[in-house]
């Protein structure tokens, strides 16, 4: 009696080819579904009743199947496909080609194959061998020929388990499945699986229309099937008939209530076209269909989300936390809900779990730094910059200005001034920090440091819009230096010609400088692209003082409808209509 080693049994290609057979009604397998159903584990072989061999033959035969048990698969095939040419025996040919599908041969696969075909031409399982063994290694037209075979033999194969693995191929390898496959299609036009195989490679070619054509051929001959439905959607899709895409998915569900897959195309087509209130009906029917499917349970937290229904999302959540999956997803989006209802310690505590390998990583630490200083522990977020940036100076650099902007935010002006200038000790030029100090000395009145980072910034980067058109405006503002403004304002529209607030801040200098044709020429340029509250009060300003009071009130009362508490736009009113002017 023999003995299998388990690896032995899981890749006999008569056997698993025979049981990927399916019914056109069964839903299309995933590729990873179609390996495992090629690679299934599968009973063991009648034993081998041995032939007249020789001693020494019957020995290798014993001795092939010990090295197989140890691990030796390799070399065992290698011998059993040896003993196989040797002896052409049906048996040993079979165990050959087990073999070496155990140790993955493709060529003697290959080999073996064609020995079996020569003593038994009218094989199936021979030209099931050769057929997938030579469609992986690349050689389409003769497997497709054994495929023929099988069929004239009146075997059966699912062709649509071929033509799902299709999408690792490269488009010519592609193309040629498709021909030989259609030319297959014009013998055997009666055969299901093989018209479907034809209709999704053309699909998977970008041949919509064509696809289509054989779908509606397909439907007249064997009728329809939710499988069907699926791809006419995905073509209905592709061929940008959105509207005929949903009517079809929702009459879809209605026939095939419990197909998930249906259901889940349906819903996701729904958010697609921002109708989410339904989609959340989709997602929520499906959750309980499968109550330990978590990706939908993701899903319809993620669709909660953006309905605003921020304790129906936090309950899937943590749902799907308690079991494990999705973990960093699942403790960013609870510190958000937590953060936005004012749960800002266990916020924290999310934000702090999330996962290095987490897209959104970076921005959870940001939260987490912002937080920790709006708790007023200040060491402690500190203390998280430098661990979360450690040896790398770029994300010091973007933790650090999420740090001081928080402390900024918060009135910590001073402990924001002493870590930009600590920071600046070590990255004496960087410009981020440059900047961020500049901004910080403007809000303290320090013009004259605020200056003097500004200028190190354009010596660095002549053509640093932001800091020339930073510098531009604050000396036409707050002093008396316009020409000076000027000429740096000139410099930074020429670096970006396009940005409205470099545009109000050069028409600011002209104003300054009494250029008011210019300047209004430009702020209705900045305005109609950037209807700013800022923007509206200077704007108002130079009509005003035009003598265009009516269209300068216009002007306010149409920003004040927009930002009622804008008190550059209050000031800059209260200031013209008293009289004090400029």
């Not at 790398?392 to 200038?421: C, F, K, Y």
């Not at 304002?489 to 396009?498: F, G, H, K, N």
């Amino acid at each position: 009696m023999n003995r299998f080693c388990p690896a032995l049994l899981t890749l006999s290609i008569a056997l698993a080819l025979s049981a990927c057979q399916s019914t056109p009604e069964a839903q299309l397998p995933a590729p990873e579904d179609v390996t495992a159903a090629v690679t299934a584990p599968t009973p063991a072989p009648e034993p081998i009743e041995y032939g007249s061999f020789t001693t020494e033959q019957l020995n290798r035969a014993l001795l092939n199947e010990l090295a197989g048990q140890r691990g030796y698969l390799p070399e065992a095939a290698q011998d059993y496909y040896a003993l196989a040419l040797e002896t052409r025996d049906l048996a040993v040919i079979r165990r050959a080609s087990q073999f070496a599908a155990a140790a993955g041969d493709t060529e003697t696969m290959i080999a073996v194959g064609r020995l079996w075909l020569e003593i038994e031409p009218a094989s199936e399982e021979a030209h099931l061998v050769l057929a997938f063994q030579l469609l992986e290694a690349g050689m389409l037209e003769e497997s497709i020929e054994h495929m023929g075979q099988i069929l004239a033999l009146g075997g059966e194969l699912d062709f649509s388990v071929i033509s799902a693995r299709s999408q690792y191929l490269t488009p010519e390898q592609r193309g040629m499945l498709l021909a030989q496959f259609q030319l297959l299609h014009s013998r055997f036009p009666e055969h299901e699986t093989l018209h479907y195989a034809v209709m999704q490679l053309l699909e998977q070619s970008d041949q919509h229309a064509q696809a289509m054509e054989e779908l509606t051929a397909y439907k007249e001959r064997h009728g329809n099937s939710a499988r069907l439905t699926l791809m006419e959607a995905q073509l209905l899709l592709q061929l940008d008939q959105l509207d005929r895409t949903i009517a079809l998915l929702e009459e879809g569900i209605e026939t095939y209530p419990d197909n998930r897959l249906m259901r889940f195309n349906f819903g996701r087509i729904l958010v697609q076209v921002g109708r989410l209130e339904e989609a959340r009906v989709q997602f929520q029917q499906l959750a309980q269909m499968e109550p330990d499917d978590y990706e939908t349970l993701y899903s319809l937290a993620l669709l909660e989300l953006e309905l605003d229904s921020l304790d129906a999302a936090r309950s899937y959540l943590i749902r799907i936390l308690n079991a494990g999956v999705r973990l960093n997803e699942s403790h960013y989006y609870l510190g958000y809900i937590d953060e936005n209802q004012g749960r800002t310690a266990e916020a924290i505590d999310h934000y702090l779990q999330v996962g290095t390998e987490f897209a959104n990583f970076l921005n959870a630490q940001r939260q987490a730094v912002r937080l920790l200083v709006l708790e007023e522990r200040f060491e402690e977020a500190h203390a998280l910059v430098l661990s979360v940036s450690e040896g790398r100076p770029e994300l010091e650099i973007v933790l650090v200005a999420v740090e001081v902007d928080a402390l900024m935010n918060t009135g910590q002006l001073e402990r924001a001034d002493a870590l930009l200038s600590a920071t600046l000790e070590i990255y004496a030029d960087n410009v981020d920090m440059l900047f961020a100090r500049a901004l910080l000395s403007d809000r303290q009145g320090n013009l004259a440091r605020a200056e003097e980072d500004l200028r190190r910034i354009i010596a660095l980067e002549p053509q640093n819009a932001t800091a020339l058109n930073q510098l531009g405006y604050t000396l036409a503002d707050r002093t008396d230096r316009y020409e000076e403004a000027l000429a740096l304002l000139e410099r930074a529209i020429a670096a970006d010609p396009q940005d409205p607030a470099i545009i109000d801040s050069l028409a600011w200098a002209q104003y300054k400088l009494g250029r008011y044709e210019e300047a209004l020429a430009n702020l209705e340029r900045a305005f109609a692209v950037f209807p700013d509250a800022e923007v509206a009060a200077h704007l108002g300003e130079v009509l005003w003082m035009m003598g265009r009071q009516d269209d300068a009130n216009r002007v306010w009362n149409e920003a004040l409808r927009e930002r009622p508490d804008s008190a550059i736009l209050l000031n800059t009113i209260e200031r013209l209509r008293n009289g004090a002017g400029s």
